[in-house]
């Protein structure tokens, strides 16, 4: 499946390469000297990890466009009003935090939320509802209750996020055609027996193509690992969230 290349035992141990320091959720349940540094953390991990919220909320049995409204004002305020006090008292994951804070949001804030729609106001996260609705029906969710779609996705958008992060890395090195040609074995959609096909498509030998395989899988794995340990306070938590991912990405 999707997380087949994360089970390898050559995920990386050194945190201190970590590419993207800023969205760390341990700068922003620290938060200590510099607010302004853990509040565009907390919002870029909104901007990157909303979508688990706005199917947690359309599975809760809200219409499409009260999803929108109330994912809006949702996150308008865990990034604009209090979201980092709050923050700072959830020690662990940022996945706990996004997940009990959506769910008291609907259990006290509904009807103050339904009846202050945001209007004209600014938004303060870029959220893109565009294709969220055909995104929500993609997966298959019958039979899952809010908190287990709630994590799917998140554990979808997490793998989501390393993908792209992992093309970016092969397209700065004029790598693109290597990445999209071996990428779907990182994901369970082509089978290790094709070998020959992508060596005759990268017009490479078999044994470089293995190589080329081996090597792919194994930065997949560190950046899981990377992914994961910048969405956790300890660094101890990394391997249960690797557990964790393996089973919400299980057989629906």
Same mark, same amino acid.
């Given at each position: ?30 938060? &200590? @000297?510099? /607010? %302004?540094?853990?509040? $565009?953390?907390?919002?870029? =991990?909104?901007? #990157?990890?909303? *979508? ?39 020690r ?15 259990a ?5 939320a339904?009846a202050?729609?945001?209007g ?10 565009? &294709? @969220?609705? /055909? %995104?929500?029906?993609? $997966?298959?969710?019958?039979? =899952?209750?809010? #908190?287990?779609? *709630? ?71 560190e ?6 340990? &910048? ?13 964790f ?8």
């Open positions: 499946g999707r997380m087949s290349a994360v089970t390898t035992p050559a995920i990386a141990t050194d945190r201190s390469s970590r590419r993207f320091p800023t969205t760390s959720w341990t700068i922003v349940g620290a938060a &200590a @000297s510099d /607010s %302004r540094t853990a509040s $565009e953390a907390l919002s870029k =991990l909104c901007e #990157e990890y909303w *979508f688990g919220v706005y199917a947690f909320i359309r599975r809760k049995g809200h219409s499409r466009e009260e999803a929108e409204d109330l994912c809006q004002e949702f996150f308008t305020r865990i990034v604009e009003h209090g979201g980092l006090a709050g923050a700072r008292r959830e662990g994951k940022f996945r706990s935090f996004l997940l009990a804070s959506v769910t008291n949001f609907l006290n804030e509904w009807d103050r339904h202050l729609k945001r004209g106001d600014r938004p303060v996260l870029s959220l893109d509802f565009g &294709a @969220s609705e /055909s %995104r929500y029906h993609r $997966e298959p969710s019958d039979g =899952l209750t809010p #908190e287990a779609l *709630f994590e799917r996705q998140w554990a979808l958008t997490l793998l989501d996020l390393v993908l792209a992060r992992l093309r970016e890395e092969y397209t700065g090195r004029a790598r693109a055609k290597l990445f999209d040609t071996l990428s779907p074995l990182l994901t369970g959609d082509q089978d290790r027996g094709s070998y020959d096909r992508l060596a005759g498509v990268l017009d490479m030998s078999k044994s470089a193509t293995r190589t080329a395989v081996h090597r792919l899988r194994r930065r997949y794995a950046l899981v690992h990377e992914e994961i340990a &910048a969405v956790v306070t300890d660094p101890d938590e990394v391997a249960g969230e690797i557990r991912l393996l089973t919400a990405l299980g057989p629906v």
